[in-house]
């Protein structure tokens, strides 16, 4: 009983924040924060409760589940479930939404109950997304966190926030729709080969689809990678992010793009593992290429927002390329680079929204020298600018080195040019950093630095990500069951390089070299 | 015609009745809360009505009518959505409107006439049902006479009608020369025997596509819509677009599975053809659009058009996602055309996107509705209009339409900008400098039951898009009931 929880509160918690701003702004933050508060507790009770169960290899393959009929007309049950991977998200997601809201508490000003209502009600998708274990609750979460978010930015954005929102939401629906013609191809796929027409993941996941299997792929992969994003399905993020108000912007990098590739994790690499080897090489190539484009177009921004929505682009680029190594190490990789890409990009987006708000205006060009006006601002920012490009000790490098590791041992190639991202990171991140706080000032700009409520929110972020960076293994070891199975398809099926050459490393379990290196 | 008989057509008798003592009432005294009272009150028993005659059902009455649980679903949706436009009328009609008593009266004269076609089973009761909706919606168009753009319409609504009208009785002649009867069973009969090819049945049966494809609006036979839409005031509009597009499906439901569509491949054709035109051309025009009722109208003809994918799909499935997805629409339309009425000033509707800016700041009930309406036309979840999209693209995809349901599905994406667009006017902060917010609304004291009505729709929207089981099960019996009737077990249905 304690998933519809997860979600029962934020639904509820909007609903009430809705109701308490119109009484006083305040109450709604306050609903908004007990609310994401009691889930983030309610995560943790889940977690150190099921942590024995997680290490263990060969543990149950969901460590909670609930299950309600809904429509039995089409065998749709009301399915959530969750294992390691799922968890990881969730976790996530409380942590980054409360902190979310934390950040931008004197920054929206009107209609502060609808704001936090569309807030919490964006949440309980993204984490119904996670949880759904039947494909068309799944869908119904998919669409249903678009509304909440196309709201957050057409109506709290910057100024050209009706295109940016309208953008948005043609983009993803576009995708979704796409998806839903697969699920239902794969329900009636299923369903006349076995009688049984269900929508639940256990069944339909791992059919044989025949003939009909790119097709269904092509399907999935055109949502995830429209949301992921994959270069050139991107074009959505840089005015979405740039527009957005900072909750929604740290929503939008730190959580909605891990929809995509949990969707990519969970649905697409065990459909079909000859349509996705078939289909890996291009995945690989989509992500180098985001790598490399995310951070050539980072380094060439003159608004601060889209130059760090830009390196969303390149990050996630390593989000794919991992996923498609079809490689357990690179995976386990991957679902630490979602975390750490979602803590240090969040950072970076509030550090944006705070200068936004001080000095009203975006444009880097304007900014320079603010380091003796805001010392605390500019030690947050470097921080994570360091860890945005990799810096050994902090999250990120762990993860991405593991994607990098195991991409090397299946494809070298796009290995070796994807480390190049790399430096280009460097070049792109120092230059945030620079632009903002060293140098002359530009102009009279004063930057005021930041008060005890952000130092907080900095804080909270900069232990995860130094925690992470330091000891990634609680995170790997919660993950690793879920991603082995995953994995296991394309270990068992084929040999890869590793294999053939004799080397029988127990590849999908990362753990002493991950101790080793990190540490 | 026994007493059965006559108890059976009772949902007939009321909305007839209704019509007639509505006549005296308003020749005797001509009070407006009095004819609007009664006329909710009739609308509420004709409901009622049809849960009583459910148990006569399924029964011949007469060569004219069958009336088993097929026609009796579609009359209660049709009697439940008169009463929801009722109460949204008593709000919206202005005191200082003339003749707005005989609002009701022709209301109810379009309701008799779906209510007889979807309870057809003879070229006559089906011509007759046709003439009685639309003589009554000639009126409900054109009521408001100060207004010039409702005359507009109504000339314009009357001229196309009766045009189509002519179509459709010399199909029907067409076929009577060819099959020598006018009840649908022994054309279906006689169809079996015929060689498929016949010509002037295929032709007879064309004509009468046309005649239909006027009244369901659907590509090529639309161009009227928008003119009407805008012209006619909000509530009638919503009669147009829900009651009159009811009975017209209804009966193309039963008629073309009575005769067996799936034996005229040129028939399959013809529709998948106006299927695709009617999604592609109606969200295309829509976008262009800057009036809300002109929207409004080509999303409807777009609905259509995924209607006909369902009605394509064929077998028990495709009916039974039709008829969901019809009382989906006629939900979502309902509460539209309502937050439009609630929003409308006594002289003039609110049309333009400009009248709808910051609607939701001035006047947050309403455009709530509005936004919900939207919302579900566009299909996303927890609204009816999620379900319904859900509903006719499985039953595409499992008739293998892959064009059709590609369409669909692109031609959704291109829906949803113009409903952001109405989205984004209404969340708009308002323009600087008008004293009063734009969108005004009727009079403070007569809001009530228009509010009643937009909150029973508010309820039905997220009803259907959260737990539609009970909707699904009362409809699969209806499906049941015509499948039964016509086609021996088992050869109707795709789907399990």
């Known amino acids: 009983m304690m998933l519809p929880w997860l979600l029962g509160i934020l639904v509820a918690g909007g609903l009430l924040a809705w109701a308490a701003g119109r009484i006083a702004p305040a109450w709604a933050r306050w609903v908004a924060v007990a609310a994401l508060g009691a889930d983030l507790v309610l995560v943790a009770v889940i977690w150190i409760r099921h942590y024995q169960g997680l290490t263990l290899l060969g543990a149950p393959a969901w460590l909670l589940e609930w299950q309600v009929p809904w429509i039995p007309r089409f065998g749709i049950t009301f399915h959530l479930a969750v294992d390691g991977l799922s968890l990881v998200l969730v976790a996530l997601t409380a942590f980054l939404g409360l902190l979310s809201v934390i950040a931008s508490w004197t920054e929206v000003k009107a209609r502060v109950g609808f704001f936090h209502f569309n807030l919490l009600w964006v949440l309980a998708g993204i984490i119904g997304v996670f949880l759904a274990m039947d494909l068309f609750l799944f869908y119904f979460f998919w669409e249903l966190m678009l509304v909440p978010m196309y709201f957050l930015i057409g109506l709290w954005g910057h100024e050209k926030r009706i295109a940016a929102a309208f953008k948005f939401f043609l983009f993803t629906q576009a995708g979704g729709l796409a998806m839903l013609l697969s699920i239902l191809a794969l329900h009636f796929v299923h369903g006349r080969a076995t009688g049984v027409y269900t929508f639940e993941y256990a069944a339909l996941i791992g059919a044989p689809l025949g003939a009909a299997a790119p097709w269904i792929m092509l399907g999935f992969l055109l949502a995830f990678l429209v949301k992921t994003p994959g270069v050139p399905l991107h074009t959505w993020l840089p005015d979405a992010h740039a527009q957005a108000p900072t909750a929604g912007s740290v929503i939008l990098a730190g959580l909605l793009l891990k929809t995509g590739a949990y969707g990519l994790i969970r649905f697409v690499l065990p459909l079909s593992p000859e349509a996705v080897r078939a289909f890996a090489p291009f995945g690989m190539a989509i992500g180098v290429a985001g790598i490399l484009y995310g951070a050539k177009l980072a380094f060439a921004q003159t608004d601060l927002k889209r130059m760090v929505a830009y390196t969303s682009v390149s990050h996630m680029g390593f989000v794919l390329l991992g996923i498609f190594a079809l490689d357990g190490m690179a995976l386990q990789g991957v679902v630490l680079q979602i975390v750490c890409h979602g803590i240090s990009t969040g950072a970076l987006f509030i550090v944006a929204g705070a200068v936004q708000e001080r000095l009203k205006t975006r444009d880097l060009g304007l900014m320079g020298g603010f380091w003796n006006d805001a010392p605390r601002l500019g030690g947050a920012t470097l921080l994570f600018a360091l860890a945005s490009l990799g810096l050994p000790g902090l999250g990120n490098f762990v993860a991405e080195f593991l994607i990098l590791f195991g991409t090397f041992r299946v494809a070298p190639v796009f290995a070796v040019v994807a480390s190049l991202g790399l430096i280009a990171s460097t070049i792109y991140a120092l230059s945030l950093f620079q632009r903002i706080f060293h140098g002359t000032k530009p102009g009279a700009l004063r930057l005021q630095d930041i008060g005890a409520r952000e130092v907080a929110v900095f804080a909270a972020l900069a232990l995860a990500i130094v925690w992470l960076g330091l000891y990634p293994q609680p995170v790997l070891n919660t993950s690793r069951t879920a991603v082995a199975g995953i994995g296991d398809a394309y270990r068992h099926s084929s040999p890869t390089p590793g294999q053939a050459k004799g080397a029988p490393v127990s590849r999908d379990d990362p753990g002493p070299h991950v101790r080793g290196e990190a540490r | ?496």
């Open chain 2, 1 to 496: 015609m026994s007493a059965a008989d006559l108890l059976a057509l009772a949902p007939l008798w009321i909305a007839a009745g209704a019509a007639i003592i509505l006549l005296l009432l308003i020749s005797v005294r001509r009070h407006f809360g009095l004819s609007a009272g009664f006329s909710i009150l009739a609308a509420a028993a004709g409901l009622a009505s049809v849960f009583v005659v459910g148990r006569l059902a399924p029964r011949t009455v007469t060569a004219l009518f069958t009336v088993d649980g097929f026609a009796l679903f579609f009359i209660g949706v049709f009697f439940a959505a008169a009463l929801i436009i009722f109460l949204v009328a008593s709000s919206y009609l202005p005191p200082s409107a003339e003749r707005r008593e005989e609002f009701f009266l022709a209301a109810f004269a379009a309701l008799l006439g779906s209510s007889v076609l979807a309870a057809s089973a003879h070229f006559v009761s089906f011509v007759l049902g046709l003439e009685i909706l639309s003589v009554a919606l000639y009126v409900l168009i054109a009521f408001p006479l100060e207004r010039r753009e409702s005359i507009e319409a109504g000339t314009k609504y009357l001229v196309l009608a009766s045009a189509s009208a002519a179509f459709l009785l010399f199909g029907g002649a067409l076929i009577y020369g060819e099959t020598g009867a006018l009840d649908f069973a022994t054309w279906a009969a006689r169809t079996q025997e015929l060689p498929l090819s016949k010509p002037l049945f295929i032709l007879g049966v064309s004509l009468i596509i046309v005649g239909l494809g006027f009244k369901l609006a659907v590509v090529p036979f639309h161009i009227w819509t928008p003119d009407v839409y805008q012209g006619a005031p909000a509530p009638s509009a919503a009669l147009v677009a829900t009651i009159s597009k009811g009975g017209m499906l209804a009966f193309l439901l039963r008629f073309f599975w009575t005769i067996g569509l799936p034996r005229f491949p040129s028939l399959v054709l013809v529709f998948s053809l106006i299927a695709g035109a009617s999604m592609i051309a109606g969200n295309l025009l829509a976008l262009r659009q800057n009036r809300v009722k002109r929207i409004l109208a080509y999303s409807s003809i777009s609905h259509l058009g995924y209607i006909l994918v369902a009605f394509l799909a064929g077998g028990a499935a495709g009916l039974e996602a039709a008829a969901f997805y019809l009382v989906a629409y006629i939900i979502t339309m309902t509460a539209a055309f309502g937050s439009v009425a609630m929003l409308s000033s006594a002289d003039a509707d609110a049309d333009l996107l400009e009248d709808f800016r910051g609607a939701f700041w001035s006047r947050p009930g309403p455009a709530a509705v509005m936004t919900l309406a939207m919302l579900s036309l566009a299909g996303i979840p927890l609204t009816a209009g999620f379900l319904g999209k859900f509903y006719v693209a499985s039953a595409g995809v499992g008739a293998s339409l892959w064009a059709l349901v590609v369409i669909l599905v692109a031609t959704s994406v291109i829906g949803l900008y113009y409903y952001l667009r109405v989205l984004t006017a209404m969340y708009a902060r308002p323009r600087e400098g008008t004293a009063e917010a734009r969108p005004q609304g009727p009079r403070r004291g007569a809001r009530a039951s228009g509010a009643i009505a937009l909150v029973l729709l508010v309820l039905l929207l997220l009803w259907l898009g959260v737990l539609p089981t009970g909707l699904i099960d009362a409809i699969r019996t209806t499906a049941a009931a015509l499948a039964g009737a016509v086609l021996p077990p088992g050869s109707g249905g795709g789907l399990p």
